[in-house]
């Protein structure tokens, strides 16, 4: 099992800057990807970024350029900086843990809302 707890979201005008964090606890060594993901009302929920151990970050088109995932293996946290923050980014974020067994396994944060006001 893993438990992931979101902090970091807000309100904030458009242009500007929030620091999601996501932080790890239970079998966080059976993790194999992190990422967030960001559902606006009336919409499917969507991946915004992720980083798997060992691997090359991935990101969705709409945050090329603007959003930055990292990890931080002593602190088991996952941060998202979301720079040049628009309207359209306004979502609940959730923290996402993937784990690849005989099945693949996927736990979630309880999430955090941003909004982007104009």
């Known amino acids: 099992q893993v438990q992931l707890v979101e902090s970091g979201g807000g309100l904030v005008q458009a242009g500007g800057s929030l620091r999601l964090s996501c932080a790890a606890s239970?079998?966080?060594?059976?993790?194999?990807?992190m990422g967030w993901y960001r559902q606006a009302p009336g919409k499917p929920r969507e991946l915004v970024a992720a980083?798997?151990?060992?691997?090359?970050?991935v990101y969705a088109d709409s945050v090329k350029g603007r959003f930055t995932i990292s990890r931080d293996n002593a602190k088991n946290t996952v941060y998202l900086q979301m720079n040049s923050l628009k309207p359209e980014d306004t979502a609940v974020y959730y923290c996402n843990a993937r784990v690849f067994t005989a099945r693949v396994y996927d736990y979630w944060g309880q999430g955090t809302q941003v909004t982007v006001s104009s």
């Open positions: 980083i798997p151990t060992g691997g090359s970050t």
């Open positions: 239970g079998s966080i060594f059976t993790i194999n990807v």
